[in-house]
């Protein structure tokens, strides 16, 4: 999911004739397709409202949300182009990503968890998604997917799971990162997005419980948000494997929207006092 909204008069413009022309039913609400004024093969999925995924029918490599562009580089500076991967996405929404790696790595093996088992079948009637083996879609609950999958050696785990503009508390806690940790390879690296408000209390309580499970843990998010001038984007990496954070930085500086990465001390006083999300804090009210 993205923090950013698309333009509303976008809703004027004319659908392509194969995509659908008004909001759809799905298991959990309603899905719409939309086309991008400004790019003539664009298209954003919302989910219930909300902006979930972007593609670019012409271009499985084209990736417009700042976040997923920013986990690529992650991805691409542990293995370089074109190895293969075993990614495994909870959350899917129109696979994006999925689709985007699956052209940038042939041969990679990708499974993706999606609650919504209605919205599966949509887009994959709708978008040109690779087929299985190399991407298959697995109608289920993303913790309960997770905890099947321990000792799966994947290589790459992405949480992209929201409900509305939240995660579902379940899977912000120790029990999923612990998880998520156990179904990857010894090398393999956790990738979470999540958005959050000032003062960034949702952020700072899963650097720490991610702190807790992994090795080395980072932040990667856009400085404006940091400073808490605004509501966006973020991605935490969790990995047992070291990360060479001094050339993912200059890689982040290097993208159109220029991101800073947080690692070590300053990640630490990022996360202050705040402790590891147990299911019992996840209940709690005032998330934000």
């Known amino acids: 999911m993205s923090s950013r909204r698309m333009p509303r008069q976008a809703r004027g413009r004319r659908r392509r004739p194969d995509l659908p022309q008004h909001p759809v039913r799905t298991s959990t609400g309603f899905v719409e397709v939309l086309p991008d004024p ?31 562009q920013q986990m690529v580089e992650v991805i691409d500076l542990r293995w370089s182009r ?3 991967l075993r990614a495994l996405h909870l959350g899917g929404a129109g696979c994006a990503l999925p689709r985007a790696l699956d052209a ?27 087929r299985s083996p190399r991407l298959r879609i697995r109608v ?20 992209d799971v929201f409900d509305g503009v939240r995660v579902p508390a379940h899977l912000r806690t120790h029990e999923a990162a612990t998880a998520a940790a156990a179904a990857l390879s010894g090398e393999g690296c956790y990738l979470v997005n999540l958005t959050d408000y000032p003062p960034l209390r949702a952020a700072r309580e899963e650097v720490a419980t991610l702190s807790a499970v992994f090795d080395h843990v980072a932040l990667i998010a856009d400085p404006a948000i940091l400073r808490g001038r605004r509501y966006g984007n973020i991605v935490l990496v969790g990995s047992f494997a070291p990360l060479n954070a001094g050339v993912l930085a200059r890689r982040l500086r290097q993208l ?33």
């Not at 790019?39 to 499985?60: H, K, W």
């Not at 042939?106 to 994959?124: F, K, T, W």
């Not at 159109?256 to 209940?283: E, K, N």
């Open 38 to 68: 400004s790019r003539a093969a664009g298209v954003t999925l919302f989910i219930n409202d909300a902006e979930s995924s972007y593609l670019d029918l012409s271009d499985p490599t084209y990736l417009e949300f700042e976040y997923m």
């Open 82 to 84: 074109p190895t293969p």
């Open 104 to 130: 940038h790595r042939p041969g990679s093996h990708q499974l993706v968890v999606e609650i919504d088992g209605e919205l599966a079948r949509l887009v994959r009637l709708w978008f040109d998604l690779p």
């Open 140 to 159: 289920g609950d993303a913790l309960a997917e997770l905890h099947r999958l321990a000792g799966g050696g994947w290589d790459v785990v992405v949480r």
């Open 256 to 288: 159109s929207l220029p991101v800073r990465l947080v690692t070590g001390r300053d990640l630490a006083d990022f996360a202050g006092d705040h402790r590891p999300i147990t299911p019992m804090a996840s209940a709690s009210p005032g998330q934000h």
